[in-house]
């Protein structure tokens, strides 16, 4: 996290003052009791009660210290506070590196990006003021917001092994290494790695992640998640990527009576891109050895409902929604598709089970004569 020395200077002006505030040793302000040690060439310092220093526009607070003038170390314990233009630091020590300009801050250590309010929270953190970067671990915690503070959707919460961030006054990058999870209320992510950035407004999570919203649990071995003003705006998965529907709310005897061909609506291919409006869903689109399945009521509710399963393949699929229903299913490139309804009796002993849809699909479109339906532009029927 970037510290700015003084605004409007010439660059060798700034590079100036900067060299000056290097050179200079650590001040102290103010301690209730001061011992000065002198031992050959070495001189300490040992501060107890209200320890105040600072070098520079760099801070510190504690309740004890320790300061080492030949080693050019400082040594903070205690109700330690630490805090410069951009970036503070509460921990329980700190140790800081004339020589270096880098913390190191250990136990119950708290950062915060006084830009944006964006905060970690580790038992070790590594605060580097010449490279502008904080490294903390193990298992850190980081609560993620924009420095745009018009932003009105939740934080991001953030645990990994490792994280490294690197803030400036155009944004902040953050890594996260190891069994990472996002939590946000409109979404969930797991993965092994990810890197966000909000100069693109951009998390990207690899190694076989996969993200869950409240319409769509989506798997692939890339995905990226794209935001616009901190709001949820497109998923981009690439390979192996499949999306499930998890709105689909059907009856246990739905799958049954079509020979429990998939629990669940489903989209897949190559890469997919889930477009969202207002935080629902408005596209989706499947490219590459792409497939689907989808289940519709066709029917009024009752004890006995009509339910449909329509299965499409195509190179690309486009389905589009209003609301909460698929009103729209665009195939290209080789498309071919089976429809099939059923009466389903919801319940009770006497459950019709559907002749099967034979898998893999070669064999369900060779079984299934006759019962075509849904050009490529046609609406679709019935509801998620």
Same mark, same amino acid.
């Given at each position: 996290?970037?510290?700015?020395i003084?605004?409007?200077l010439?660059?060798a002006?700034a590079?100036t003052l ?5 050179d ?5 302000d103010?301690?209730?009791v001061l011992r000065?040690v002198v031992?050959?060439d070495s ?9 105040? $220093?600072? /070098?520079?526009?760099?801070q510190?607070?504690? +309740? !004890? @210290? ?6 050019q %170390?400082a =040594?903070f ?9 951009t970036?503070?630091i509460? $921990?329980? /020590? ?6 270096? +300009? !880098? @913390?190191v801050?250990?136990?119950s250590?708290? %950062?915060i =990006?006084r830009?944006s309010?964006?905060?970690?929270a580790?038992d ?7 490279r502008?970067v904080?490294t903390a671990?193990?298992r850190p915690?980081?609560?993620?917001l924009?420095?745009d ?10 645990w990994a092994?490792?994280?490294v961030f690197h803030?400036?006054s ?9 069994h990472?999870?996002i939590?946000r209320?409109d ?5 092994d790695?990810?890197h966000?950035d909000?100069r693109?407004?951009?998390v990207a999570l690899r ?6 919203t409240t319409?769509?649990?989506?798997t692939?071995?890339?995905i ?8 949820l705006d ?7 990527a ?5 709105t689909?709310s059907?009856p246990?005897a ?7 061909v998939s629990e669940?609506?489903f ?25 689907s399945?989808n289940y ?15 299965y499409l393949?195509g190179?690309?699929l486009e389905l ?6 698929l009103?729209?299913?665009v ?7 089976v429809y ?5 009796r919801?319940?009770?002993p ?12 070669m064999?369900?479109?060779a079984?299934a004569?006759?019962r075509?339906?849904?050009?490529p532009?046609q609406?679709a029927?019935g509801?998620?």
């Amino acid at each position: 996290m970037s510290v700015m020395i003084a605004a409007g200077l010439c660059g060798a002006a700034a590079g100036t003052l900067r060299a000056q505030v290097d050179d200079e040793p650590v001040v102290i302000d103010h301690a209730n009791v001061l011992r000065r040690v002198v031992e050959g060439d070495s001189l300490t310092y040992f501060l107890e009660g209200a320890v105040r $220093a600072h /070098r520079g526009p760099i801070q510190m607070r504690s +309740d !004890q @210290a320790s300061i080492f003038r030949l080693s050019q %170390v400082a =040594d903070f314990q205690g109700n330690v506070h630490f805090w410069d233009a951009t970036t503070e630091i509460y $921990a329980d /020590r700190l140790l800081y590196y004339e020589v270096t +300009d !880098q @913390a190191v801050a250990t136990g119950s250590v708290q %950062v915060i =990006d006084r830009r944006s309010g964006s905060q970690v929270a580790a038992d070790t953190v590594l605060y580097d003021r010449v490279r502008d970067v904080i490294t903390a671990h193990p298992r850190p915690h980081g609560i993620v917001l924009p420095q745009d503070s018009t932003a009105q959707e939740d934080p991001f919460h953030v645990w990994a092994d490792l994280m490294v961030f690197h803030s400036d006054s155009t944004g902040t990058e953050m890594d996260g290494l190891g069994h990472v999870l996002i939590e946000r209320t409109d979404i969930t992510a797991v993965g092994d790695s990810l890197h966000y950035d909000e100069r693109v407004s951009r998390v990207a999570l690899r190694k076989e992640p996969r993200v869950e919203t409240t319409e769509t649990y989506l798997t692939a071995e890339r995905i990226d998640v794209l935001l616009e003003d901190n709001r949820l705006d497109a998923l981009v998965a690439l390979g192996r990527a499949r999306a499930v529907d998890k709105t689909d709310s059907l009856p246990p005897a739905v799958p049954a009576a079509f020979n429990h061909v998939s629990e669940y609506s489903f989209l897949e291919g190559d890469s997919l891109l889930i477009e969202f409006e207002e935080g629902n869903i408005e596209w989706l689109v499947a490219q590459g050895r792409a497939r689907s399945l989808n289940y519709a009521l066709e029917s009024l509710p009752g004890p006995v409902e009509t339910w449909s399963v329509n299965y499409l393949l195509g190179e690309r699929l486009e389905l589009s929604f209003r609301g909460d229903t698929l009103s729209r299913v665009v195939a290209s490139g080789g498309h071919r598709g089976v429809y099939r309804s059923e009466e389903v009796r919801k319940a009770g002993p006497e459950q019709r089970p559907s002749e099967p849809i034979p898998l893999p699909e070669m064999a369900l479109l060779a079984g299934a004569p006759g019962r075509f339906r849904k050009t490529p532009d046609q609406p679709a029927r019935g509801a998620r």
